[in-house]
């Protein structure tokens, strides 16, 4: 007799004629579709996860950006050191004067004849040149010392920023690539589902020849297939975007080839051994929080500085000058200067006050920050084991709705169900797989963003 016998896992009818029995088909048939649906095949995908955040790390625009704001950090910091070091100066002039101002001045007791010795003096000559070279160094100055504080503070922020913007494109890259994985492994279950529909209306042909399959039968095959194309587009249209979007994200192109790498999905025994608080112990390490402690302290340092600008201050000055308008002087000469100013404005304190109240607004800022890393671990912790809960249900649902397609496919070949039955365990099977699928992908990305909330990069050093 002919027998239809259709593996759930591979999602795809034979036809073969082979002598067997009917209680044999009964018992076997399910039993083997368990099995086969126990073995999970593995998802794919062209490159490493690695592969990708290493990539990402230099190419990520958020990063380049962030190490391009380090270096300027960096640069203002050396910056308000230099404001410590002697500034130099050099200034020449040249003056075109419309009258030669010149005096003759004895020199000594009159000579032989009455003759009174001379020397001829330029006070301002018809083409006057002057040259000023000056070193000045600040002695005492407050408010440097305060710029030097907020430069520093604020250069290291700025590479602790980085590096959570670092962690944050980790995120996202690995979501993309999970979600992109999924959505492949979803496609590659479309086209499974697609060939076990085509295969349905050739043995549904083949049975309505033969008067035992009805022409609504035949109809409700052609539309399972027509509804299986409609899900190909759909999953390849999301392939298609996160490839996209992860090509954007590390700037590689995601290979084509036919060599695949297994990806592997964290196993559950990575989160039976550690509890929240394990978890919430790096709080205060993490880049974030870092970043949002150092700019509570460039804040404060900003407020001494406006402080500071009500004190005096005190500079030493040497300066040499050469002229050719040495009147009754010399040339080249030297001055040394010791300078002391003392600003005092209404407004500079009323600056300081506004910085003050600025500082309070950065430690309420660090307060909010240190408190939404917290809750992220918290809400990341619960998401894994949530996650690990569904991924369970999900795979038992897979291997339940496997067995009744096999169950229902028996019945309809021995004439005790319709075939609308079977259109229905057919749909369970394929969305409990899909299921199982994102249950993977949102298990292995609840997994990673845990990790990444509490510090720790996917990237191997």
Do not use: C
């Amino acid at each position: 007799m002919n027998v239809t016998i259709i593996s759930a896992s591979k999602m795809s009818t034979k036809t073969q004629t082979m002598p067997t029995p009917l209680w044999y088909l009964r018992i076997i048939m399910p039993l083997a579709l368990i099995v086969l649906s126990l073995t999970s095949s593995p998802a794919f995908a062209q490159q490493s996860l690695e592969t990708f955040l290493r990539h990402a790390k230099e190419y990520n625009f958020d990063n380049r950006e962030a190490q391009t704001l380090v270096k300027q950090r960096m640069h203002e910091a050396t910056q308000a050191w230099a404001h410590l070091l002697p500034s130099l100066s050099i200034q020449a002039d040249y003056i075109r004067n419309q009258y030669l101002g010149a005096a003759d001045i004895p020199t000594g007791e009159p000579a032989t004849g009455g003759i009174l010795p001379t020397r001829q003096v330029i006070i301002t000559p018809s083409d006057q040149r002057d040259v000023s070279l000056s070193a000045t160094l600040p002695l005492v100055n407050f408010s440097t010392w305060a710029d030097i504080g907020t430069a520093t503070a604020n250069r290291d922020a700025q590479q602790a920023r980085l590096a959570a913007t670092e962690l944050d494109v980790e995120k996202t890259v690995a979501q993309t690539y999970y979600q992109f994985v999924g959505a492949r492994e979803v496609a590659r279950a479309a086209r499974r589902t697609l060939t076990a529909a085509e295969d349905n209306v050739r043995y549904i042909d083949t049975r309505a020849k033969a008067g035992l399959a009805l022409d609504l039968d035949s109809k409700r095959a052609l539309a399972e297939v027509e509804r299986d194309r409609q899900a190909i587009e759909d999953a390849d249209y999301s392939v298609t975007t996160l490839r996209r979007s992860l090509e954007t994200l590390t700037g590689i192109r995601v290979e084509e080839d036919s060599t695949s790498i297994p990806l592997e999905f964290p196993k559950d025994t990575l989160y039976n051994d550690t509890t929240l608080n394990n978890w919430l112990q790096s709080l205060d390490t993490l880049p974030s929080v870092q970043a949002a402690l150092y700019d509570q302290h460039a804040a404060n340092h900003t407020a001494s500085s406006s402080e500071a600008a009500l004190y005096p201050s005190l500079s030493l000055q040497f300066a040499e000058t050469f002229t050719n308008a040495t009147g009754f002087g010399e040339s080249p000469y030297y001055s040394v200067k010791l300078l002391a100013s003392w600003k005092i404005d209404f407004s500079s304190s009323k600056s300081a006050d506004a910085q003050k109240a600025a500082a309070e607004a950065s430690t309420v800022r660090y307060e909010r920050e240190r408190s939404a890393v917290a809750d992220a671990l918290f809400n990341d912790w619960h998401s894994v084991r949530t996650q690990i809960a569904k991924s369970r249900a999900a795979g038992s649902s897979l291997i339940a709705s496997r067995s009744a397609l096999a169950v229902a496919r028996e019945k309809y070949g021995s004439g005790n169900a319709t075939f609308l039955e079977v259109v229905q365990a057919e749909r369970d099977a394929f969305s409990a797989e899909v299921t199982d699928i994102q249950a993977h992908e949102d298990l292995a990305s609840a997994w990673a963003i845990l990790r990444l909330s509490a510090g720790q990069s996917l990237v191997k050093p």
